[in-house]
């Protein structure tokens, strides 16, 4: 079955410990991204990878970092997580950026005290 | 002002009503315009993908784009309780450039 694996699925912890989500995809997919949701917001893009080691910035990357070393997977990484990072977050997957719908993972809720 | 606009609702309408769902947009560069729904507690999932303007049917879910007016719909017959979820458009350029998401329309369908 094709689809975009989250973990973990929901995580509270306290401000400044790293934590890491991880995301894996099975569809062999280029293109890998990373969203947050929240209320009246949206979804707004953190960072995206079109291939393995090619990362890049999207609206709202501070405080997260991603790597890309394997096309399957792409973690996201808070160094020093704050309580303004508390938020839903979606791992998404496609062929490649633009033109081509994402399948998303079901999301991690991450609550940082 | 933003990028995609999206009447953020709640909807509540009656089992058997026809929906609509709509987003406005500014940028005339979209050319790719996408539907999503999002169940509680679940990731968004494709339901419906154009190009360019015009209708696309699938079932009971019917997709239109203006681009003249830059606003796209999508209209759901014979709503039924399981079509209750969060809908999320979604526009892009193409090519590389990346793709803008609505805020969402909470529907709720009362049985």
């Known amino acids: 079955e094709a689809q975009v694996t989250q973990n973990p699925r929901y995580l509270i912890t306290v401000t400044g410990k790293k934590l890491t989500v991880t995301c894996s995809q099975n569809m062999n997919h280029e293109y890998m991204s990373w969203y947050r949701q929240d209320p009246g917001l949206g979804l707004r893009q953190i960072y995206y990878s079109m291939n393995v080691e090619v990362t890049d910035k999207g609206d709202v990357p501070e405080g997260y970092k991603v790597s890309r070393k394997e096309k399957r997977n792409f973690p996201l990484i808070l160094e020093s997580p704050s309580p303004n990072q508390t938020s839903l977050y979606f791992c998404a997957s496609s062929p490649r950026q633009g033109n081509q719908p994402q399948h998303f993972g079901d999301g991690t809720r991450l609550s940082i005290l | 002002q933003k990028e995609v606009e999206q009447d953020p609702g709640p909807l509540s309408v009656p089992e058997g009503a026809i929906v609509s769902l709509n987003c406005t947009y500014s940028?005339?560069?979209?050319?790719?315009f996408m539907w999503y729904r999002q169940y509680s507690r679940k990731g968004p999932e494709l339901l419906m993908y154009?190009?360019?303007?015009g209708n696309k049917e699938d079932g009971r879910f019917t997709a239109q784009v203006d681009k003249s007016s830059k606003y796209i719909s999508l209209f759901i017959r014979d709503s039924q309780p399981s079509d209750s979820a969060t809908y999320l458009c979604?526009?892009?350029?193409?090519?590389?450039?990346?793709?803008?998401f609505g805020t969402g329309t909470k529907l709720q369908v009362i049985p």
């Open positions: 154009t190009y360019s303007s």
């Open positions: 979604a526009m892009s350029p193409g090519g590389y450039q990346k793709v803008t």
């Open positions: 940028n005339s560069a979209f050319q790719y």
